[in-house]
């Protein structure tokens, strides 16, 4: 049964610091991009930060280049979501994803909140 948790959201002051901790299970994670979507109340879901399977490049959303850093440790089966300077503008649901070789291999955590504010 494939698994993607989600943790660590939550309230936090802007320009802080908070990361986001994505654990995955019943696939072969080494073989799957990672990557990081948000959704803001009334929007879109929209894309933050992807990782790919065995090289490791990123990228990154415009709007949080520079601030995020999403990593991997396959032997772990987690990717994480290092999220710093944080903005208002930042608060929403982060949702995890997991993409295989195909459409039928696409995976997506329940959610975790994060609030940005004073």
């Known amino acids: 049964q494939v698994q993607l948790v989600e943790s660590g959201g939550g309230l936090v002051q802007p320009g802080g610091s908070l990361t986001l901790t994505c654990a995955a299970s019943?696939?072969?994670?080494?073989?799957?991009?990672l990557g990081w979507y948000r959704q803001a109340p009334g929007k879109e879901r929209e894309f933050v930060a992807a990782?790919?399977?065995?090289?490791?490049?990123?990228v990154y959303a415009d709007s949080v280049k520079g601030r995020f850093t999403i990593s991997r440790d396959n032997a772990e089966n987690t990717v994480y979501l290092q999220m710093n300077s944080v903005k208002p503008e930042d608060t929403a649901v982060y949702y995890c994803?997991?993409?295989?070789?195909?459409?039928?291999?696409?995976?997506w955590g329940q959610g975790t909140q994060v609030t940005v504010s004073s």
């Open positions: 990782i790919h399977s065995y090289g490791g490049s990123t």
């Open positions: 019943g696939f072969t994670f080494s073989n799957y991009a």
């Open positions: 994803n997991a993409a295989g070789p195909g459409p039928e291999y696409d995976y």
